[in-house]
């Protein structure tokens, strides 16, 4: 069975500091890989994915993610937060090819102070 | 205004009844799912559907029932075998095209607490 660690389970930061999430997933096949963000009183929304190609991929605001298969990793960075980046932060699997079944980690609790 | 619709916001239950969760989505998407989300546990699944009137069981589907009779709608009964049912629920859907890709997208949530 697929399982995501997010070992990171609440962080604060100041603004502009720079952040990196870990994301460790387990499984051995091929994979799709997600990163979802949740802002206080928003819906859920995807923030970037990878399923195939550069290992380095970029979303929306700022946010990049790296996949290292070696390392069963997809950790998020970003290198210089905003107070408006506070929100949950959510990495997801699944298994390329198959349908439905995301997976998803724990979820981290960034608190971005002024 | 496309998206997935969750209701009602909040919803109480007494112990020893079902409740129905509502979710519509406006976005012609093939699947739907349920998930459930508790602090510090993440997204669980609960049940999904590839098609109409077609559904799986996920990870925790223990004390819930679904249905999927339109395309459009896919509602969640909290039934009273859920001991633990106090939780944020979220619904999602995509489309086929994107199915094998996986790309979700979610309503706005349900709250339910037990009275």
């Known amino acids: 069975a697929q399982s995501v660690s997010q070992h990171n389970h609440h962080v604060i930061l100041s603004e502009a500091a720079s952040l990196e999430l870990g994301c460790n997933y387990s499984?051995?096949?091929?994979?799709?890989l997600f990163w979802y963000v949740q802002y206080p009183g928003q819906h859920l929304q995807l923030l970037l994915k990878?399923?195939?190609?550069?290992?380095l991929v970029k979303g929306i605001k700022g946010f990049e993610a790296e996949f290292i298969k070696s390392k069963f990793s997809f950790n998020l960075r970003k290198p210089s937060v905003q107070w408006s980046d506070t929100a949950e932060y959510f990495c997801?699997?699944?298994?390329?090819?198959?349908?439905?079944?995301?997976?998803f980690g724990t979820g981290t609790r960034l608190q971005v102070t002024l | 205004d496309g998206g997935i619709t969750q209701s009602p916001k909040y919803l109480f239950r007494k112990e020893g009844q079902n409740v129905t969760l509502s979710c519509e989505q406006n976005?012609?998407?093939?699947?739907m799912y349920w998930y459930r989300q508790d602090p510090g546990q993440g997204l669980r699944l609960i049940y999904y559907?590839?098609?109409?009137?077609?559904?799986q069981k996920g990870d925790i589907a223990e004390g819930y029932s679904v249905s999927r009779e339109k395309k459009e709608s896919f509602p969640l009964t909290v039934t009273s075998a859920q001991k633990n049912p106090t939780a944020f629920y979220l619904c999602?859907?995509?489309?086929?095209?994107?199915?094998?890709?996986?790309?979700?997208?979610f309503g706005a949530g349900t709250r339910l607490s037990v009275l």
């Open positions: 999602a859907s995509s489309s086929r095209q994107a199915l094998a890709k996986n790309i979700q997208y």
């Open positions: 499984y051995g096949g091929t994979v799709n």
């Open positions: 990878y399923f195939s190609g550069d290992p």
């Open positions: 997801a699997v699944n298994s390329a090819g198959t349908a439905s079944k995301l997976t």
């Open positions: 976005l012609n998407h093939d699947a």
């Open positions: 559907s590839q098609i109409v009137n077609d559904f």
